[in-house]
């Protein structure tokens, strides 16, 4: 088949899902020059060419409450799409993590003879293991970005190939900070916190707010501190509001996005759980994780969970190495108590920096050909 032919579509819920898929793209244009890709996607996808046909946003929601809000949207939004897809077939369909909205699709594609591949292998060894289930059924091949998993699923009966971590690929092994600060206008002299309440509006609305209490707390006993905060587009107006309500306008910078560019300058980060901590874990920053949803989410999420740990870095590291503030515990006086401890620790900072290099060294690999070898594999067998 020629690169004219190719026609690949694709599926990214969420900003994260993004960053993974424009770095797929990356592989598969490589490969297929000419190739064409299509579906739902964000703005890395699209800086690569990519067609979408409704809004990313749109399915950027989190929580069992909250997706049941919106359940209706999206619901129809899979139902026009797998219309579509089958009146129109790509060759293959790829969905960027989002399993609660990909893998039923990828199932009934599949279902009528479109090869499928799923990229980033579901949380089963974290929460909710019958999805493997659902996965064996829905993805002729799963993309893995830990190296555990390959095994895991083949215990299942479910192909797979592990190829890196696209992240640890985008963020450098040394992070320089001095020239972070220098492009955000920030001292060199004054530490840097990074607030980062999530990327998706229902985080924002849980979150942001006591993240600023506690920033406003830092304010008044950590000495001089420099705050910035990045606000995904459409979220400003919202974040601005949150801000003057906890007096701390002026006093924190709002950016445009540049979440790398934030955790590049800080010493620390106040952080929601979700793939922004293995971020600031690549660039060996310490951390401290809050997280907070609707309650009847979290109560359903805790009965689900399979390990004591709910960050990333401490999942990867098997171990308790940064903290974790959950729902109830998240209070602003403990996140700020929490955060401030970091900057009084230099010997615990230097021994969190040699564990996330070499978490760093474990999972990078040259990820866009890698995906793009599996995907030849499957679009050959």
């Known amino acids: 088949m020629t690169g004219t032919q190719r026609q690949f579509a694709l599926v990214a819920g969420e900003p994260s899902g993004d960053l993974l898929a424009g770095l797929l793209l990356d592989g598969l244009q490589a490969r297929w020059p000419a190739m064409k890709a299509v579906g739902i996607g964000g703005p890395q996808m699209l800086a690569r060419g990519f067609e979408t046909w409704w809004p990313q946003e749109k399915l950027a929601v989190r929580g069992y409450v909250e997706v049941l809000r919106h359940y209706a949207e999206i619901a129809g939004i899979r139902r026009q799409l797998k219309a579509r897809l089958l009146g129109e077939p790509p060759e293959l369909f790829i969905g960027v993590d989002a399993p609660d909205f990909n893998l039923d699709l990828e199932t009934a594609l599949r279902g009528r003879g479109i090869k499928t591949v799923h990229f980033v292998c579901p949380s089963i060894w974290a929460w909710r293991p019958e999805r493997v289930h659902k996965l064996r059924a829905a993805a002729d091949h799963v993309l893995c970005i830990f190296p555990f998993e390959p095994a895991l699923l083949a215990e299942h009966g479910v192909e797979a190939s592990y190829v890196g971590h696209p992240l640890a690929k985008v963020i450098p ?78 006093q924190v910078t709002l950016l445009d996005g540049r979440s790398h560019a934030a955790l590049a300058a800080c010493d620390v980060t106040l952080i929601a759980s979700g793939t922004a901590t293995l971020e600031a874990a690549l660039f060996k920053r310490p951390m401290v994780i809050g997280y907070s949803m609707n309650w009847l989410s979290a109560r359903l999420m805790r009965r689900m969970q399979l390990q004591p740990w709910v960050g990333l870095p401490n999942i990867l590291c098997r171990d308790f190495i940064v903290p974790e503030l959950l729902q109830e515990a998240a209070t602003p006086e403990a996140l700020a108590e929490a955060t401030l401890a970091w900057l009084a620790a230099p010997d615990k900072i230097h021994a969190l920096q040699q564990r996330f290099a070499a978490l760093h060294a474990e999972l990078l690999r040259d990820t866009p050909t890698l995906c793009a070898d599996a995907i030849q594999k499957v679009l050959e067998g």
């Open 173 to 250: 092994m040394e992070p320089d900070r001095a020239a972070a600060r220098a492009a955000l206008g920030l001292r060199d002299d004054v530490p840097v916190v990074a607030i980062l309440p999530g990327s998706r509006r229902s985080e924002v609305r849980y979150l942001a707010a006591r993240f600023f209490e506690a920033a406003a707390i830092m304010a008044r006993r950590g000495g001089p501190l420099q705050f910035v905060a990045p606000v995904v587009p459409g979220l400003r107006p919202e974040m601005e509001r949150l801000l003057q309500a906890s007096g701390m306008a002026g």
